[in-house]
T-cell receptor
Framework: EAAVTQSPRSKVAVTGGKVTLSCHQT?????MYWYRQDTGHGLRLIHY???????EKGDIPDGYKASRPSQENFSLILELASLSQTAVYFC?????????????FGSGTRLTVL | QQQVRQSPQSLTVWEGETAILNCSYE??????FPWYWQFPRESPALLIA?????NKKEDGRFTIFFNKREKKLSLHITDSQPGDSATYFC???????????FGSGTRLLVSP
């Protein structure tokens, strides 16, 4: 079964601080994604990647950077965390062979910015 | 702006009734429409999906109806059960075949 592991599970950060959310997948999938979930907004795509060392901007990339140093790892970086970035963040992976027809999600990271 | 729109935001039905969840989209290049469900304190998971070459996809009590001309689709859940209570997300695959965007979700509550 697909395995996507996110760390940390939860984090409290201070406004203006740097936050790094990590994601590791053992599925040998090419595609990886970062979404944020807020009540009323559903899942919004922040960044995604189809291959190591390359990332694409999603629909809400402002305030976020992404890094894909290897096929297995995909990080989301908040250089200057803000109150508005309080949310649950989900990482997902998908297989190129089935053209991203199924996304496998991690357990999520609950980020609170104070 | 949300490329995929869902309505209603929340829906309550009685056990045994049919729940109808609606979805619409703007981008005519979307070529695959999955629905995901998410139970409280869990991650989203794929429920059912449809390609635009079809206008209907059925899987047990779950059926997607698709209207390509109007860019609308709906998820029908027949004989709704309390265990179906979850948030349902309509999604769409677009650009390059791997960008997947989601709607804002419909929270379904099935009352016994």
């Amino acid at each position: 079964e697909a395995a996507v592991t996110q760390s940390p599970r939860s984090k409290v950060a201070v406004t203006g601080g740097k936050v790094t959310l990590s994601c590791h997948q053992t599925n040998n999938h090419d595609y990886m994604y970062w979404y944020r979930q807020d009540t009323g907004h559903g899942l919004r795509l922040i960044h995604y990647s189809y291959v190591a060392d390359s990332t694409e901007k999603g629909d809400i990339p402002d305030g976020y950077k992404a890094s894909r140093p290897s096929q297995e790892n995909f990080s989301l970086i908040l250089e200057l965390a803000s109150l508005s970035q309080t949310a649950v963040y989900f990482c997902a992976s998908s297989d190129r062979d089935n053209s991203a027809e199924t996304l496998y999600f991690g357990s999520g990271t609950r980020l609170t910015v104070l | 702006q949300q490329q995929v729109r869902q309505s209603p935001q929340s829906l309550t039905v009685w056990e045994g009734e049919t729940a109808i969840l609606n979805c619409s989209y703007e981008d005519s290049t979307f070529d695959y429409f999955p629905w995901y469900w998410q139970f409280p304190r869990e991650s989203p998971a794929l429920l059912i999906a449809i390609r635009p070459v079809s206008n209907k996809k059925e899987d047990g009590r779950f059926t997607i109806f698709f209207n390509k001309r109007e860019k609308k689709l709906s998820l029908h859940i027949t004989d709704s059960q309390p265990g179906d209570s979850a948030t349902y997300f309509c999604a769409a695959r677009g650009t390059g075949g791997y960008k997947v965007v989601f709607g804002s979700g419909t929270r379904l509550l099935v009352s016994p």
